[in-house]
């Protein structure tokens, strides 16, 4: 069952431009996370948020987790041609569970 | 480098085929994960392995089993293949001793003709 939904479900902005793509869920959450996938191939893991950070780093990305609102967002700065790729977010339910729920995905393409 | 390596990128089988898909990774990781990857649908899961002769069904289960006689390894088994199970196929492993992240395979393009 989907849990995570990736709002917009497509962006296309130039280089040098920042992304911001949104996660919202349905259920609490243990953690999330962000991955990022290019065409035809499989999931890189990029940041891992817990339920009680609120903002996490990493590079030129930067996560938000709004728990109240059942809502993150992944921002990336200054992007590259080298960015382009799907951005998913999955959530971790209960901290015994061993799985992660994926969203659906949104397609970032960078423009040179 | 960690690796999860998935034994065939592309692959092509015949209906009613039985069909193996092979995942290891070198890690030492306890749970393994396989996922399948439509469009408009994202990715679903279908078997999971908390440990070595453990397994746990997902989201979609039918049509597929699993196999984990090792630690290392975790095999997707199509029963009798069917045109709706063309798919890519992503395998993840984890560790199961803090709170990271999956690493995945580069995916297996399954067509099933």
């Known amino acids: 069952s989907q849990q995570g939904e990736e709002d917009p479900q497509a962006l296309s902005i130039q280089e040098g431009e920042n992304a911001t793509m949104n996660c919202s869920y349905k259920t609490s959450i243990n953690n999330l996370q962000w991955y990022r996938q290019n065409s035809g191939r499989g999931l890189v893991h990029l940041i891992l948020i817990r339920s009680n950070e609120r903002e996490k780093h990493s590079g030129r990305l930067r996560v938000t987790l709004d728990t109240s609102k059942k809502s993150s967002s992944l921002l990336i700065t200054a992007s590259r041609a080298a960015d382009t790729a799907s951005y998913f977010c999955?959530?971790?339910?209960?901290?015994?569970?061993?799985?992660?729920?994926f969203g659906k995905g949104t397609k970032l393409s960078v423009i040179p | 480098d960690v690796k999860v390596t998935q034994s065939s990128r592309y692959l092509v089988k015949r209906t009613g085929e039985k069909v193996f898909l092979e995942c290891v990774q070198d890690m030492d990781h306890e749970n393994m994960f396989w996922y399948r990857q439509d469009p408009g649908l994202g990715l679903r899961l279908i078997y999971f392995s908390y440990d070595v002769k453990m397994k746990e069904k997902g989201d979609i289960p039918e049509g597929y089993s699993v196999s984990r006689e090792k630690k290392e390894r975790f095999s997707l088994i199509l029963e009798s293949a069917s045109t709706n199970q063309t798919s890519m196929y992503l395998c993840?492993?984890?560790?199961?001793?803090?709170?990271?992240?999956?690493?995945f395979g580069s995916g297996t393009r399954l067509t099933v003709v």
């Open positions: 999955a959530t971790r339910q209960e901290a015994g569970s061993y799985q992660l729920t």
């Open positions: 993840a492993s984890r560790d199961n001793r803090g709170n990271y992240g999956y690493t």
